[in-house]
């Protein structure tokens, strides 16, 4: 199930419902959120997610668009896992070695 995230209330709300159905959810940013939210805000709901859902498995993309800046910035944060269109194997290779992952966006 990929569910379009934006704040913390689409976040909580999805984990909510997960939790209750015993789903694994796949969280995913809108198109160049990075950009627009920046990346300090998406660590910080990614932490948030983690800390309050512990007990849920789920997986939240951050999506960076074209942009290499904004996926290091995100990186940086601590955010995961990110997407980028088109994919950047540089990125994808420094993502690797600071323990995150770029993806492909679902859809």
Known sequence: ???LVRDW???EAALLKAR???STPTLVTPED???FYGAGY???LQERAREE???VDFALIVDC???P???LACLRAGVKTISMNPPNDKIADIARQMGAELVRRPT
């Open 1 to 3: 199930m990929v569910i």
């Open 9 to 11: 209330r689409e976040t």
């Open 20 to 22: 209750a159905e015993g």
């Open 33 to 35: 959120a990075a950009a």
């Open 42 to 44: 998406l660590a910080a």
């Open 53 to 55: 859902f512990a007990d």
């Open 65 to 67: 668009g074209d942009a």
């Open 69 to 71: 800046g904004w996926a």
